[in-house]
């Protein structure tokens, strides 16, 4: 059993973002989830792509021509020419490995960590009849924005699974979420500047006091994408992490998404955050 809230009782949770991925190995394979799981992740990120055939592949819609070297979408193709395709590694070389089906991943990581599966509110009847085919409801974690009409599709079609939603700068609606029928745990932060509210230790005392938990992203995926007030793995690389890890961890977050899933984790074992 997977309960992110005892799991993050006691330590700051680390997510990987898409596995981790490097040389021969794309993100969003099972040897990018195997990685970063031999180096200590908490959680495992993925993305959700359907093709014309309504099955679910693991991979990150709209990146089809920087990994398959493909003009045409995921979306656009049917299940034979999908099959036929091999993604590509970090120097664009192609490697021997195809996109992998959603079933088959959910198979690998069963009983082995909580999955994040990214891109849930495109498709939810689908991955939640997958998630639920595999018995998997206690490791699967899903999220969308804070709107109503999401809340009710959560309370009509999977109010058991884990919830979380994407707050913008403000948190409008958790204070509500805990109230309604729904396994809520909380918002994924989202932030471009320290003055925000999501980025003060007030807003971290009030959810926690809630029971909740909050998710940060420290990953940088564009850096005209400012997700954390620049609070970046980068800085890591710069040798500056007491500015982004440690800036993170310090105000409260509960769950770390990064891109450096080993080095991430060292540092806050250092700093007894783990």
Known sequence: MFDLRDMARERVLVAAHRGTWMGNIPCNTIMA???????????????????????????????EKEYMHSEKLIADMKDD???????????????????????????ALKGR??????????????????????????????????????????EDLAPDFAYMTFAM??????????????????????????????????YQ???????????????VYDYKAVLSAGHTDDLFALGRADDGWGYLASLGFNIIQTDWVSHCLQYLKEHDWR
């Open 33 to 63: 989830f195997n990685t970063a799981l031999a180096e200590g992740a908490d959680i495992i990120e993925l993305d959700i792509s359907r093709s014309q055939n309504g099955t679910l592949y693991v991979f990150h819609p709209g990146r």
């Open 81 to 107: 020419e999908i099959r036929s395709l091999r993604l590509f590694n970090t120097d664009g070389a192609e490697t021997q490995y195809p996109v992998p089906l959603f079933d088959d991943i959910l198979e």
């Open 113 to 154: 960590c909580v999955i994040n599966i990214d891109k849930f509110p495109r498709y939810p009847q689908e991955i939640v009849n997958a998630v639920r085919r595999h018995g998997m409801v206690d490791q699967a974690l899903v999220k969308t924005k804070q709107d109503s009409r999401c809340y009710d599709m959560m």
């Open 169 to 202: 700068e403000s948190d409008r609606d958790s204070e509500q979420l805990v109230h309604r029928s729904l396994n809520y745990l909380g918002t994924e932060a989202i932030f471009a500047n320290e003055s925000s509210e999501l980025a003060s230790i007030s």
């Open 205 to 219: 005392e009030k959810m926690h006091s809630l029971g909740l938990l909050t998710w940060v992203n420290s990953i």
